[in-house]
């Protein structure tokens, strides 16, 4: 297709060495119902050595399309999307993995989305999308049925639901008022608004490997104050292809590690916690355990520990630097000079490191941005016996790498 156009939205595909996927995630975008001359699609190969280019501009008669190459310096599908985002011309960006298979109304709802003007995200549904097992029954499905035949006649069966359904069941498919309404914005599919997408700066380039980097996206828009919102009209189906899960996790695990770097606190501390302590990958208990977490932040809040500090270090003897983990909103004139506050309430901690001229951190402990053996001692303090029984050893192993020696006040841990 050739002339000169200004689309509304530009779907940005990343791909490697899947050319027989394109064909069909391509092939159904000539099937939209908002007309080609409404939307741009951009191909960023992340260094494919197949047909892939010669595959995209097989749609060039058919589709607005424009191609990125770079270089095969491993998996970057995030530089890969934000290369083709820098070529997009149109005001809202689609994001799509190569292999989801769009209905045929999937460009009109992501856009309906943003027709009132507000600053939103939009999280796409995927049938039969789960990023672990590959559902071979959808792969047969797919080669006898359209995309819009599958989910008219198997939408109410679970086993073809998407991954995410149940979280988002449990709130009626609204995210508002849930503690992480960007958890669930994954790159399969997804949309925002361009000037949205570069005011945060796009996809952080240096996660690389298989995820979370649509997560983190996520979160940074939502802290810009980008409103996430949920469409289930817009929705894909999603082709099973090969996966390495092993792989994948272990790249998960390394990102997450710069995710909590990137933005320290109990939020992404909790999501290293669980990555930690489970092999299944599922992220979804994430926003219980958040809420947990703050249901205790409320119930200890006017918890004043100075006492339990002092009397730590009287049993401790003299100690030249000390960390209390969990020291709420005050600290004891007993401290010694350039001690360190650590407590997962935020307003308390800074409260308290204002006021006394001590380092604070808001962290819950599970990872901790000081240094190996910095101090001689952490007092753990009450505040903390909420959370020990199921964060306790990982937050002992963390305590015991920055402290000669870890002191439990009487009840934590016991």
Known sequence: MTGEFLPEVSVIIPTYNRRDLLVESLGHFTRQSLPADRFEVIVADDGSTDDTKAVVESFADRLQIKYFYQEDQGFRAGTARN????????????????????????????LAAYADGAHRAVIGYGYGYHYVQTQDTVREMLDKLAPEEIVAKFHDDPAFSDVRHETWAKTDFVLAGRPMPWLTYWSLNCSVRRDDFWAVGGFDEELLGWGPEDIELGMRLHQYGVEMVLSRDAWVVASPHERDWTSNYQDAQRNLGRMLRRHPGPITELCWGITATTTSGALFPWEDEYHALTVWLQK????????????????????????????????????????VLIDFDDELVKRAAADSGHLGYHSMGLRLPVADKSVDAVIVTSRMSGLWGRWGDLITNELERIAGTVHLVDGVGR
């Open 83 to 110: 290369a083709g985002a820098r070529m997009a011309v149109a005001p809202v960006l689609v994001f799509l993995d190569t292999g989801e298979m769009a209905g045929p109304d999937f460009l009109k709802h992501h």
């Open 300 to 339: 200890v809040r006017d918890v004043d520990v100075r006492g339990e500090v002092e009397q730590a270090l009287r049993t401790l003897g003299p100690v030249r630097k000390v960390a209390v983990m969990g020291s709420g909103g005050q600290a004891p004139d007993a401290l010694p000079p350039w001690s």
